[in-house]
């Protein structure tokens, strides 16, 4: 099993659609998590952490279930320029080596 | 306020040859990271560098060498490259003030392509 996994997509959807994707873990002694968030041929770009608690930034919200092991990111009314792949990050577990998941590509379309 | 820079942007080398790559970290930061990412894959983390030193290392040959400068600033050596090693090459910097939580702010990578 891969330490962090992701479904690749892509998920293909309608401008002003609701989104949700899930990132998986296998450590469950990790202790931080992130979403990046990187367009094509670009570096990642910090999107935001993930809290124990859950955190909101304007149209998303990102959850983390440490008992299933996995975190998500809910995008609300989708707009074009979200269209992106979404990388999950996850820390800790004893080392400071940051695990990305491979990214899951999100296509908004008109 | 400069963000990560890296150069060179692109690099063509042939099999067998060695290629350096350059990294400064956004100002206020002391902790560089390199990744390996693949067309279609997530960054593979290869090291990181704090206090001129290897703090932690991936999966990777030790074909992969680093080094960091008393600026922070670091650099990434391969050699005896492989077609394989093709590949986008990211710099990560980050403060260790965080405890290494994994916050870190990218480059905007070097593109090296192996013939």
């Known amino acids: 099993r891969k330490e962090v996994e992701q479904d690749p997509g892509p998920f293909n959807v309608p401008e002003g659609a609701t989104v949700a994707f899930n990132c998986t873990y296998s450590?469950?002694?990790?202790?931080?998590f992130f979403w990046y968030r990187q367009d094509c041929r670009k570096e990642p770009k910090l999107l935001m952490s993930?809290?124990?608690s859950g955190n909101e930034d304007g149209r998303f919200t990102a959850q983390l279930n440490r008992a299933s092991q996995y975190i998500s990111l809910l995008i609300r009314d989708s707009k074009l320029s979200d269209s992106a792949t979404y990388l999950c990050?996850?820390?800790?577990?004893?080392?400071?080596?940051?695990?990305f998941g491979r990214g899951t590509s999100l296509i908004v379309h008109p | 306020d400069a963000g990560v820079t890296q150069s060179p942007t692109h690099l063509i080398k042939t099999r067998g040859q060695q290629v350096t790559l350059r990294c400064s970290p956004k100002?206020?930061?002391?902790?560089v990271s390199w990744y390996q990412q693949a067309l279609g894959q997530g960054p593979q983390f290869i090291f990181q560098?704090?206090?001129?030193?290897?703090?932690q290392r991936g999966n990777f040959p030790d074909r992969f060498s680093g080094h960091q400068f008393p600026n922070y600033s670091s650099e990434l050596n391969v050699n005896a490259l492989l077609l394989g090693d093709s590949a986008l090459y990211l710099c990560?910097?980050?403060?260790?003030?965080?405890?290494?939580?994994?916050?870190?702010?990218f480059g905007p990578g070097t593109r090296l392509t192996v013939l």
């Open positions: 990560a910097s980050s403060f260790s003030g965080t405890g290494g939580s994994g916050e870190q702010f």
């Open positions: 450590n469950s002694a990790s202790q931080s």
């Open positions: 993930v809290y124990s």
């Open positions: 990050v996850v820390n800790g577990g004893g080392s400071y080596i940051p695990t």
């Open positions: 100002s206020g930061h002391d902790t």
């Open positions: 560098y704090y206090e001129e030193e290897e703090r």
